[in-house]
């Protein structure tokens, strides 16, 4: 637990501190716990919030404080269970884990609504407390469970999917299904049981100042649904081409609408990294650096600075640098991260011989290597040369187009060398050995440890090494001495030979450092986005430039990161959502033993899908792995509209012998209520998640957004085109009967004569 061991260390803190000279203070520049705490926090707050809202859905519709208080213990005997059910399992409460709970108040309470409505209108027909109580969950146990398998069914998928993304996510299917499994059993048990004990008449219940008026807008909403729906009906084909036309606009919204990976979270962190040319000395080097820490320091959103340099595990060369900057908390900034960004670029941008790119840090981190920007692309080839033309063309064209901005690349071919050329006939003729010119370089620049001093509370190592002076420029070469037959100079110390006398200096560049993937020579360029920019749109135009500029097969693409976790989950994405929908329709199909019904239910998936997709990018957001994980939820949640209408229809037409045109009807006023109740718990369920703005509601927002945007649209066209698409299908199922009749068991033939003479 890091908020455990943080909290730990900040204990121990206090000690080291007295254990350490006077002169060394130790700060704390950075904790992320912070933000952490921050953001569970207001997730708690988002889900007690959704739970007040859903809960005052059920007072509204029925009216009753009794039956909301029914509904109100359903709801929080769902969560605890699903928390003691979560610390067995070994999961954890964080932002993902409670904000599947959040969203689960809508699905959580949707079983208890039903059962809970279906009860009071058996009641309001003047059966008692027990005899509605019994008769109504016999009669709706069937849809409650329809309702639970066909929204586990909806997350079956989520547990497959690969990748981080995939384990990431698991635990939010996991917790969502446990939730809907355990709110199943106690609408079932529970909730008819305190219904029989708890619920009055309704001329019996407290009445509530203003509810009157509800329940007479509720009235007069159903009857110009029932008159809406006549019309509607009347008028099937029309109703079926905007049925086959939602199918389209889904298909088309979804190929054009921009995709983009995970949304950009403010943490409160910033990285950046730092460079200088290739020739930049390490004292320089330090000098830009700390010019670069303090102009951020003098920004007020900044609390504090981290500044590393020197090759290393951090930074890959000796001309890059590390900068970690932590902010004020979210909720005491003005300006968000990325309006941080762009004022800190500004402050370093007139340090000269110094380029930062800065790089706000994320909660869900995918890639591990040190990188200047948030994507990264690495060419590979068997040329090293070839790879690193390629990449600068490739660069060239990647800087003029408006989609990218920081494009930068790994590779840095400005390093100086210098190389030591021994004329090996002269050194013979002077008694120099190769060896001896090695060792005398590796004692004056390798900085080699000769012995080691141990003392009572310390051991120091000595290292053997030039002077700082005879370290700054390769001419000192004339300065060092190596044992000889005879000195090569007049004045000269006896017996030594200067290795300028035996050897050539030649000055050449050479790449600083050469990458390597696989084996192969590989030069990695990172990039940022554009403001408003998708990566789906930046992952297709690479695609286009590389065949614009011509680049060879030979030359490989691979994207890194966060990049390449996108396109992994782009590719899935279709499959994910056959993959959904299909294991809807095999339960459905097993659960209403047919092929036709579950086609019914399915009808009202892409009414949700374009209303998910448009509620996004209205409000500016990306197709992301989040708004994906909202839409795939929206086919747990818009097709209990369809479950509810056609089970009591299928009633309606096997066991009081309706029509199937006044059972559809019927079964959609009698369900009227239900439907509004569990909709709108689900969207208020959803509502918190889409208006919250504090720490982490970056990566809630799109969840928010998409089920809200989903159950609007599809509550509107559902209502009405899955009554005529029921009909239809039966009507098409009445055909399929005739032309196909039903194949009985064989008659016995009659016997033949005389076939029986002679039997006893």
Known sequence: NVIDVVRQIRDEIPKLQRAIPAGVNLTVVSDRTVTIRA??????????????????????????????????????????????????????????????????????????????????????????????????????????ISLTVSLIAVF??????????????????????????????????????????????????????????????????????????????????????????????????????????????????????????????????????????????????????????????????????????????????????????????????????????????????ISTQSSRSQYQYTLTGTDAAQVALWANNLIAELRRDPLFRDVSSEAQDGGLRAALDINRQRAGQLGVSLQVVTDTLNDAFAQRQISTIYGQANQYRVVLEALPMYQRDPSVLSKLYVPGAASAIVGGPAGQVPISAVATLTRTTAPLAISHQAQFPAVSLSFNLAPGAALGDAVDAVKAIETRIGMPSNIVGIYAGDAAEFS??????????????????????????????????????????????????????????????????????????????????????????????DAIVQACLLRFRPIMMTTLAALFGALPLAVESGTGAELRFPLGISIIGGLLLSQLLTLYTTPVIYLALDRLNRRLEKAVPPVGPELPSPPVAGATEGMQ
């Not at 003691?84 to 609504?113: E, K, P, Q, R």
């Not at 097993?590 to 209205?618: D, F, N, R």
């Open 156 to 365: 079956i998928p989520l547990l497959f999917m690969s990748g981080l993304v995939g384990r990431m996510f698991r635990e939010f299917a996991l917790t969502l299904t446990i939730a809907v499994v355990t709110s199943a059993i106690i609408s079932l048990t529970l909730t008819p049981m305190m219904c029989s004990r708890l619920l009055k008449y309704a001329g019996e219940e407290v009445r509530i100042p203003g509810l009157a008026a509800i329940s007479r807008g509720i009235d007069r909403m159903v009857n110009f649904y029932h008159r809406s729906l006549l019309w509607v009906l009347e008028r099937q084909r029309a109703t079926l081409l905007v049925t086959f036309a939602t199918i389209v606009a889904t298909l088309v919204m979804y190929v054009v609408a921009p995709k983009g990976f995970l949304p950009l979270q403010d943490t409160a962190s910033i990285t950046a990294v730092t460079q200088a040319g290739p020739d930049v000395s390490f004292a320089e080097m330090q000098s830009r650096q700390s010019k670069a820490a303090d102009a951020i320091k003098a920004d007020p959103d900044v609390i504090g600075v981290v500044s590393v340099i020197g090759a290393g595990s951090v930074n890959p060369t000796t001309n890059v640098g590390r900068l970690v900057m932590t902010l004020k908390p979210r909720g005491e900034r003005r300006d968000d991260v990325s309006v941080v960004v762009a004022r800190l670029k500004q402050l370093t941008a007139s340090i000269p011989g110094m380029t930062i790119y800065f790089q706000p840090v994320q909660d869900v981190q």
């Open 568 to 661: 992994r989950s782009l590719a899935g994405q279709p499959w994910l959502i056959l993959a959904a929908i299909v294991t809807i329709y095999i339960v459905l199909g097993v659960l209403y033993e047919s092929y036709i019904h579950p086609i019914t239910i399915l009808s009202t998936l892409p009414s949700a899908g374009v209303g998910a997709i448009l509620a996004l990018m209205l409000f500016g957001q990306d197709l992301s792995v989040i708004g994906l994980i909202g839409i795939i939820l929206l086919m747990g949640i818009v097709k209990k509209n369809a479950i509810m209408m056609i089970d009591f229809a299928l009633e309606a037409e096997r066991h009081q012998g309706m029509s199937a045109n």
């Open 39 to 144: 953001s569970v926090r207001d997730v708690q707050f988002t889900l007690i919030l959704s739970v007040v809202l859903v809960t005052l859905v059920v007072l509204l519709f029925l009216r009753s404080l009794r039956a909301t208080l029914i509904a109100g213990v359903a709801l929080p005997l769902s969560l605890i269970t699903s928390f003691g059910i979560m610390y067995f399992c070994g999961f954890s409460l964080d932002n993902l884990s409670l904000m599947a709970l959040t969203i689960g108040t809508g699905f959580v309470v949707d079983d208890a609504i039903v059962m809970i409505e279906n009860i009071v209108r058996h009641m309001e027909n003047g059966e008692s407390a027990m005899q509605a109580s019994l008769r109504g969950a016999k009669e709706i146990g069937f849809t409650v």
